[in-house]
Nanobody, 114 residues
Framework: VQLQASGGGLVQAGESLRLSCTAS????????VAWYRQTPGKQRELVAS???????DYADSVKDRFTISRDNVKNTLILQMRNLRLDDTAVYYC?????????WGPGTLVTVSS
């Protein structure tokens, strides 16, 4: 599965941003799709995920601010981010998991300024 994320950029605190990730496979058929993020010196962390049969999960730090969704027609995974904070600054990665294999896109940088 090849993944390509886009939509990152520079925004001010409190603003919104929408990330998109296009998959080479039918995104509806992938058991787990997710967004992760990483900052320098820290481990990559799960932001939000969609799991077949289990639903949607969010990191506590983004609950009520971020929304993950799929567009099955466009094979796209979306992360709508609202009320962005300085600590949301990170490289965001699209992720797909199938048969115990993790697939990663190249990442898109989100920078939140004060």
């Amino acid at each position: 599965v090849q993944l390509q994320a886009s939509g990152g950029g520079l925004v001010q605190a409190g603003e919104s941003l929408r990330l998109s990730c296009t998959a080479s496979a039918s995104i509806h058929s992938i058991p787990v799709v997710a967004w992760y993020r990483q900052t320098p010196g820290k481990q990559r962390e799960l932001v939000a995920s969609i799991t077949h049969g289990l639903g949607i999960d969010y990191a506590d730090s983004v609950k009520d601010r971020f929304t993950i969704s799929r567009d099955n027609v466009k094979n796209t995974l979306i992360l709508q981010m609202r009320n962005l904070r300085l600590d949301d600054t990170a490289v965001y990665y699209c992720n797909a998991q199938r048969r115990n294999v993790y697939y990663w896109g190249p990442g898109t940088l989100v920078t939140v300024s004060s």
